[in-house]
């Protein structure tokens, strides 16, 4: 069975500073996906970011990026200079090879201070 | 470029009620859907997803059912809600290869009292 943890459940950030938030799966499967998603204020949730299994280099989108480390199973996501639009929920989603549905972490909120 | 849309944004009804949340979207053929809720404070969690018309998987048992009369309309019914039917239900849209991102629509937020 598919398993995301994210440990957790907030975290604080200054402006312009970088964040980590952390990622951890459970999988037997060789071949899947990583996805980070944001949930501002409003609900509705915002794709970031995607990491196959098989991809070499760690995946960047803007100020993105996503720090993939295979053998300890993490998938952290790394928010560069961060902005006070940046504070939401942050959760991670993992897709098993084989199939279409997502399973998702408990989420990190995030908040950005001036 | 593809658009989701959900309705209503918000909704109360009693217990007992029945319900239908609908999900459209724009801009791609033969898209996989999926139904999501979310408790207040909580992670995901999902309800039915369908890879084609006549084709919908149920992941968790409940009063709810799903269905979806076009090729890119998904419905979310019950005929009589319970009060722990409550939440934030989203509805997401993917097509496949080669990452099969699911994208979401504005959510409903249903309140059962």
């Known amino acids: 069975a598919q398993k995301i943890t994210q440990t957790q459940p907030g975290m604080f950030v200054q402006e312009k500073e970088a964040v980590t938030l952390d990622c951890t799966y459970d999988?037997?499967?060789?071949?899947?996906?990583l996805f980070w998603y944001k949930q501002p204020s409003s609900g509705e949730m915002i794709f970031l970011i995607y990491?196959?299994?098989?991809?070499?280099q760690n995946a960047t989108e803007g100020r993105y990026s996503l720090n993939f480390q295979k053998a300890r199973k993490s998938a952290n996501l790394v928010i560069s200079a961060s902005q006070l639009g940046d504070s939401a929920m942050y959760f991670c989603a993992m897709r098993d090879e084989g199939y279409s549905t997502l399973t998702f972490g408990k989420g990190t909120m995030l908040l950005v201070s001036p | 470029s593809q658009t989701i849309h959900q309705w209503p944004a918000t909704l109360v009804q009693p217990v007992g009620s029945p319900l239908s949340l609908e999900c459209t979207v724009e801009?791609?053929?033969?898209?996989?859907l999926y139904w999501y809720r979310q408790a207040a404070g909580r992670g995901l969690q999902l309800l039915f997803y369908?890879?084609?018309?006549?084709?919908i998987s149920s992941e968790v048992p409940q009063n709810l059912s799903a269905s979806r009369p076009q090729d890119r309309q998904f419905i979310l019914s019950s005929k009589k809600l319970l009060l722990s039917d409550s939440g934030f239900y989203l509805c997401?849209?993917?097509?496949?290869?080669?990452?099969?991102?699911?994208?979401f629509g504005p959510g409903t937020r249903l309140t059962v009292l």
């Open positions: 997401a849209w993917s097509v496949g290869s080669p990452t099969d991102t699911q994208y």
């Open positions: 801009g791609t053929s033969n898209p996989n």
């Open positions: 990491q196959g299994s098989y991809d070499e």
């Open positions: 369908s890879i084609g018309i006549d084709q």
């Open positions: 999988t037997s499967d060789q071949s899947y996906g």
